[in-house]
């Protein structure tokens, strides 16, 4: 976990696919740092080829839980096929998206980075 600013931030890189074989394991690490109680929990998706279903509905249980924690959660690098996707799945859930992780550490510091992309607004 780093520390920014009195900040504690979660990074969660995840990278190939994203499916039935490799959800426990998904799973496992995103309760893990969950479990941690970051005050932001950044996952990074910019490696991930292919997300099934069950992969998004964990992205919206982190979600859920994010912010009944206070925890702000950031999606980095997810490709606009993904956030279009996650938009139409889940679009009563608020994700909020940045390009890479450098935008979302710019955005969480507060440093003036253009406003970040929701998936409720973006089309892809």
């Known amino acids: 976990m780093l520390t920014a600013q009195g ?7 995840l990278a190939g696919e994203i499916d ?7 799973s496992g690490a ?5 479990g941690r109680r970051p005050s932001h929990l950044v996952i990074e998706m910019s490696e991930v080829s292919f ?3 069950a992969g998004f509905g964990l992205l919206a249980h ?3 839980v ?7 959660l950031l999606l980095s690098g997810c490709r606009p096929a993904q956030r279009r996707l996650l938009s139409l799945m889940w679009p009563t859930v ?6 890479g992780l450098a935008e979302a550490f710019h955005a969480i ?3 003036g980075v253009p406003a970040p992309r929701s998936s409720g607004t973006t089309r892809g």
């Not at 608020?94 to 390009?99: A, G, K, M």
């Open 7 to 13: 900040r504690e931030i979660e990074v969660l890189s």
């Open 20 to 26: 039935l074989l490799s959800f426990p394991e998904v």
């Open 30 to 34: 995103v309760d893990a740092s969950l």
């Open 51 to 53: 997300c099934s279903v």
């Open 62 to 64: 982190a979600s859920v």
């Open 66 to 72: 994010c912010g009944g924690r206070g925890c702000d």
């Open 94 to 99: 608020s994700f909020v998206h940045h390009r």
């Open 109 to 111: 510091a507060g440093l």
